[in-house]
């Protein structure tokens, strides 16, 4: 009889353990975005603070003669806008820019706040591409066009076209949001993160550098790959701590100072990665990145209604999911809290372990 009992107890403990550690594990689910801020919190420099970088007093007037498409001067002046998202564009990609106009960036009018949506492209190399570029600018009016070759080491040369252009031309928006024409933006979930972290829409912003941040990353030395950084262009052992380049957030206060760092800063060749660079400007001014678990960065993440409903951005986002996709969301009513914690749970577990197995695209 001792001995049976003894095994019952053992069975009952057992479960209890068992029990207990799917408890942890669906708790863990709940608050996942928590557990994530907390670690990539332990991996940041935290070193923020001028290197070496004599800030301008002012920064050189941006005329319009810079740029070769514009939308109309009083697209920030009609309705002030509170958030002006300008997505980096290839001049190729019409479909994606149409994907974007009629899924999230047809949406004007979010939460009570005015925002929009323009695509900041350069110049093709082919003379016909140039020609559509021209014809969709007159029929959309939403391209900003800089004098630069469209190319990927040209990058880093259309961010800074693109921050010039939020500064001289929307002074008013509070926020600037960059992103990628594979992304797929949730302006809803976006304002509603500003506004549940602090930032008040009746207050002046302060400085937010926001995203999905990249911590003691490593320069590529390999000439061969296309991501190399000799060390005369950066010599340090790790980039600054940076936001993905694939769609982060800057307040207004943000914009003007990084823009007077990216004045200041010499452009060694061949450029650091456009990312990098921001992160570079960030750190000269004493801005430090805030992380989200709300961003996607590298992998793409599995769809899920309820887990894009959380998403501030999704990345590798093709035209045709992004239609459908955005088509699904908005199908039905919103998801519940708890649908929407234990799907963005799952979401970011699966996303995990196809990373760890080496399947994440």
């Known amino acids: 009889v001792p001995l049976k009992l003894i095994r019952r107890r053992g069975h009952l403990g057992l479960l209890s353990a068992l029990c207990l550690l799917v408890f942890a594990c669906l708790l863990a689910g709940l608050f996942i975005d928590y557990i994530e801020s907390w670690i990539t919190s332990l991996g940041m420099s935290g070193v923020v603070g001028a290197h ?9 007037p941006t005329r319009p003669e810079e740029y070769l498409l514009m939308p109309s001067p009083l697209v920030c002046q009609r309705a002030k806008p509170y958030l002006i998202t300008l997505v980096t564009s290839a001049p190729a990609n019409q479909k994606a ?5 009629d899924t999230w960036g047809g949406e004007v009018q979010v939460r009570g706040h005015r925002v929009i949506t323009l695509f900041m492209v350069g110049q093709p190399s082919d003379p016909v591409l140039a020609s559509e570029l021209v014809e969709e600018s007159k029929e959309r009016g939403d391209l900003v066009q800089g004098r630069f070759l ?3 080491a040209n990058l880093t040369l ?14 008013q928006a509070r926020f600037l949001a960059k992103v990628d024409d594979d992304v797929m933006i949730n302006p809803s979930a976006l304002l509603h993160y500003l506004t549940l972290y602090g ?3 009746e207050s002046e912003p302060t400085d937010l550098y926001l995203g999905r941040v990249h911590v003691r990353v490593a320069p590529e030395r390999n000439p061969a790959s296309k991501h190399f950084l000799s060390e005369v262009a950066f010599r340090g052992a790790t980039f600054p701590d940076y936001c993905s380049g694939t769609a982060y957030v800057l307040s207004r206060p943000a914009v003007l100072k990084l823009s007077l760092a990216a004045a200041a800063m010499p452009l060694p060749k061949p450029l650091p990665p456009e990312d990098v660079f921001v992160g570079m400007c960030a ?11 709300f961003f996607s960065g590298g992998p793409s993440l599995p769809y899920s209604r309820c887990c894009y409903q959380a998403m501030v951005s999704v990345h590798h986002t093709q035209p045709e999911e992004m239609l459908r996709y955005w088509a699904d969301m908005h199908s039905t009513a919103p998801c519940s809290w708890l649908r929407v914690r234990t799907s963005f749970g799952f979401c970011k577990v699966r996303t995990f372990l196809r990373v760890l197995l080496g399947f994440a695209s």
């Open 52 to 60: 070496g970088v004599v800030l301008p007093q002012s920064i050189p």
């Open 97 to 101: 820019r149409q994907a974007i106009r």
């Open 150 to 152: 469209d190319s990927y």
């Open 158 to 171: 259309k961010t800074l076209s693109m921050l010039a252009w939020a500064r001289r031309f929307c002074p």
């Open 199 to 201: 930032v008040a829409p």
């Open 283 to 293: 750190q000269a001014v004493g801005i430090g990145p805030t992380h989200s678990p």
